[in-house]
């Protein structure tokens, strides 16, 4: 499986999803719903890290690929926070978010290098 997804704490207030490897739209698709069905079965914000430091890079040729991963979202989502994701494809996920506001959504979006300063801003957000 060319992800995982597992909780942060034992308050099951940070999601972590890894994604590693060659991964089809399809996959990723699935992975993001998995991360929906695990923030949907608590009933307090959560905050979510999604490492791709080890997956290989999907073509964002065509942006309108990224619609259906974004209408997979939880509420209960306060912050997505993406490591190491290149800063093309950084571009691409923000001019989707422009463009297709309303189904993006609110959840804010912040891109790292490195899970340690994921970590860091989860820790941040999460005392709020």
Same mark, same amino acid.
């Given at each position: 499986?060319?992800?995982?997804?597992?909780? =942060?704490?034992? /308050?099951?207030?940070?999601?972590?999803? +890894? @994604?590693? =490897?060659?991964? !089809?739209? /399809?996959?990723?698709?699935?992975?993001?719903?998995?991360? *929906?069905?695990?923030?949907?079965? #608590?009933?307090?914000?959560?905050? +979510?890290?999604?490492?791709? +430091?080890?997956?290989?890079?999907?073509? &964002?040729?065509?942006? @309108? *690929?990224?619609?259906?991963?974004?209408?997979? *979202? !939880? /509420?209960?989502?306060? &912050?997505?926070?993406? #490591? =190491?994701?290149?800063?093309?494809?950084?571009?691409?996920?923000?001019?989707?978010?422009? @463009?297709?506001?309303?189904?993006?959504? /609110?959840?804010? #979006?912040?891109?790292? %290098? +490195?899970? %340690?300063?994921?970590?860091?801003?989860?820790?941040? %957000?999460?005392?709020?």
């Amino acid at each position: 499986m060319p992800y995982n997804l597992k909780w =942060g704490n034992d /308050e099951q207030t940070l999601l972590y999803l +890894t @994604l590693e =490897g060659a991964l !089809s739209w /399809e996959q990723l698709y699935e992975s993001m719903q998995g991360m *929906k069905d695990w923030a949907d079965s #608590v009933s307090h914000p959560i905050v +979510t890290i999604t490492d791709v +430091t080890r997956a290989d890079k999907l073509p &964002l040729s065509n942006v @309108l *690929k990224l619609k259906p991963a974004f209408a997979i *979202k !939880s /509420e209960n989502t306060r &912050l997505a926070i993406i #490591v =190491g994701m290149p800063s093309f494809q950084q571009t691409m996920v923000n001019l989707f978010m422009s @463009l297709y506001k309303q189904l993006a959504g /609110e959840v804010p #979006v912040a891109f790292v %290098e +490195t899970i %340690e300063k994921a970590e860091a801003l989860a820790a941040r %957000e999460l005392v709020k």
